[in-house]
Nanobody, 120 residues
């Protein structure tokens, strides 16, 4: 069982920056995809960015050029650097991890969520 611990949310002014972190414990399988999702009240959870164990990344169009996902394999930690934040980025951000055992066998884990509020 993988536990995900998120940190780094908070209140920031428009145009500011925040960095979220998500540590997986005790460890995560070598084949994995880690991602950040976000959700606002009344809306579905949406994918913000993901990164594969090979280092390939993908971003939602709304955050391209502003957000960067990265990871530290030695620490089993994924980061989301958020720059040029906008009020519409306000949401609860969730870390997600998928362990891939085979083409038809995966395990999904979620963090507890961290609030990001962009407001002046």
């Amino acid at each position: 069982q993988v536990q995900l611990a998120e940190a780094g949310g908070g209140l920031v002014q428009p145009g500011g920056s925040l960095r979220l972190s998500c540590a997986a414990s005790p460890s995560i399988s070598k084949r994995n995809v880690m991602a950040w999702y976000r959700q606002t009240p009344g809306k579905e959870r949406e994918l913000v960015a993901d990164i594969t164990s090979g280092g390939d990344t993908d971003y939602a169009d709304s955050v391209k050029g502003r957000f960067t996902i990265s990871k530290d394999n030695a620490k089993n930690t994924v980061y989301l650097q958020m720059n040029s934040l906008k009020p519409e980025d306000t949401a609860v951000y969730y870390c997600h991890a998928r362990e891939i055992y085979s083409t038809d066998s995966v395990a999904d884990y979620w963090g507890q969520g961290t609030q990001v509020t962009v407001s002046s």
